[in-house]
């Protein structure tokens, strides 16, 4: 690995187990629906592409496939106010993630922050746990018109700082994570406890995989 100028952080299986609140949406969506509710261990299989996927995922109870889009319209409002008023009551930092930060900001790291949430839930969030203040920059979901895995919210983040891509690092969990970077040309480093389906992140070929985030620290200490 190349030692980075500036370092983008994903949130959701990265930063932050969000599981515990966005399983408890599902289930309390899914019983004012009048159905039973599908529990964290599967809903932990079904985050990473944003709430309106995860929804969708919740109504047909698998990771693939679309539910009768009637449905999905009496589902989607009831999620979002169950989870504006449930955004950080559940969820915490990772182990590693608090040190991790402060160790990549004393050397003097560009740090930003990219995710696929929306800004009414990622921005909350990210202040609630007393994060948001880490970053530079903050793109959420909905800051520009893609999202990943499309390149553009990380050359958008390059743009912000001044730097080449090749010169930059994501900080992701997810087969979204390595692609966005990929595609943007920087590297990226996977967490192995996030988000990504069930499968192994090592499938999906990233730079390095690390266990904790205070883990980057020496890991880039002994880049090029």
């Keep these: ?3 980075p100028e500036m370092i983008l952080i994903d949130v959701d299986g990265t930063l932050v187990d969000s599981v515990p609140d966005l399983a408890f949406c599902v289930d309390s969506m899914m019983l004012q629906l009048g159905r039973e509710p599908r529990g964290e261990e599967r ?4 985050v990473g592409n944003g709430v309106e996927r995860l929804v969708r995922r919740a109504l047909v109870g698998q990771l693939e496939g679309e539910p009768d889009e009637a449905d999905f319209e009496r589902a989607y409002p009831i999620f979002m106010g169950l989870y504006a008023e449930n955004t950080s009551k559940r969820s915490f930092l990772y182990p590693g993630v608090r040190d991790g930060i402060d160790m990549l900001k004393a050397s003097g790291y560009k740090l930003g922050c990219v995710t696929n949430k929306a800004a009414q839930f990622t921005e909350p969030l990210l202040k609630d746990l007393g994060v948001y203040d880490d970053f530079s920059i903050v793109i959420s979901g909905d800051t520009l018109t ?3 895995p499309d390149p553009a919210p990380l050359l958008h983040a390059a743009e912000f700082f001044g730097c ?4 930059a690092l994501m900080i992701g969990d997810s087969v979204s994570d390595v692609a966005a970077a990929r595609a943007a040309g920087f590297q990226i480093v996977c967490m192995s406890y996030g988000y990504n389906h069930g499968i192994d992140i090592r499938e999906a070929a990233p730079d390095a995989v690390i266990d904790s985030m205070d883990e980057i620290y020496p890991l880039l200490e002994r880049a090029a």
């Design 43 to 46: 809903v932990r299989d079904w």
């Design 1 to 3: 690995m190349r030692k």
């Design 146 to 148: 893609k999202k990943k």
């Design 164 to 167: 080449e891509p090749a010169n």
